[in-house]
Every structure is written in C-alpha cells, then in structure tokens.
C-alpha cells in the first residue's frame, strides 16, 4: 500500500521511499535504511527525524499475533447515535476511547454513524463487550455486528 503525499509539498520522493521502507520493516537501522533509499546515513537520519516532527510518523510498534495471545475474535460494529450535534459526538469519542477491546473507531458517512473494530478472546466476551460496554455509551441509539470469519488483507504484517 503506498502513500499519497501529492498534496503536501514537505514530503519528496525520498520521504515517501523512507516512509515505505519502514511500513515493511519498521525495526530497520537508519544505515540500512539510508543504503535502500540512496542516501547517507546523516541526511537519512535528518530526514527521518523531519517526518517524525511533522506527525507523517507518528510512532513504531510491534505487529501482534493476537492468535497467540488468545484475542484472535474480530467483529466490526455498526454504531447509530440519537443525537449527532458536536457535543453528543465527543461525549461518544470520549467514552469509546475507554474501552480496551475496542482497537480502531472511524466515523462514517452513511447509514450509521460510527464503525468499530473490536477484537475479544472469542463471541461470548465481544457479546459482553458490545451489550455492557459499547451500548452503554453516550447516545448510542443502537448497533449491528459483523464477526470476522477470516481476514485476506491485514496491512500490520
């Protein structure tokens, strides 16, 4: 998957060679990094530490198997508000934010209003989730579940 940087003239083609670099390996020494995009280490280091500061980077982490640890369960779920006014949508924000099974959190233009990733040891503990934790948020009016039966296409590893 490769990044657009079209619309911010900071970023040239060596940014985006050293962006791509570390979204395949994110553990690679600057040396190592500075001989795959054609630089020195110096001016790799400097550039690295410039797309760190502008927030294109915005941190590094360890890519899970969550299988091994016993939280392989995914289910999406569709989140519909009964009140959509600024204030409602933070209180929303803020309390989703909370909740640790909840990995990733978009708000959606469409039929619904927010799409959850959540991820649980297995359908019993996202039912818990879902009826004890997501459902009693702020203005959640009511959800829709969609469980993973298989993922093709995971961009963390």
């Known amino acids: 998957m490769s990044i657009n940087f079209a619309l911010d003239s900071r970023f040239d083609r060596i940014d985006r060679r050293i962006v791509e670099e570390l979204r395949v390996d994110g553990r690679i020494t600057v040396t190592e990094l500075a001989q795959r995009v054609g630089l020195s280490k110096t001016p790799c280091q400097l550039r690295l530490k410039r797309l760190i500061q502008s927030g294109c980077i915005r941190g590094f982490r360890a ?28 209180e929303f924000r803020q309390g989703v934010s909370r909740i640790r099974e909840v990995e990733e959190c978009h708000m959606i233009a469409g039929n619904f209003d927010y799409l959850l990733k959540v991820r649980t040891s297995d359908i019993a503990a996202y039912r818990e989730v879902l009826g004890e934790k997501i459902s009693s948020l702020p203005h959640v009016a009511s959800t829709s579940s969609f469980v993973v039966m298989e993922t093709v296409v995971d961009d963390t590893g």
């Open 63 to 90: 890519v899970v198997d969550f299988r091994m640890l016993g939280e392989a369960h995914v289910a999406f779920a569709e989140v519909k508000l009964s009140d959509t006014r600024e204030k409602a949508l933070a």
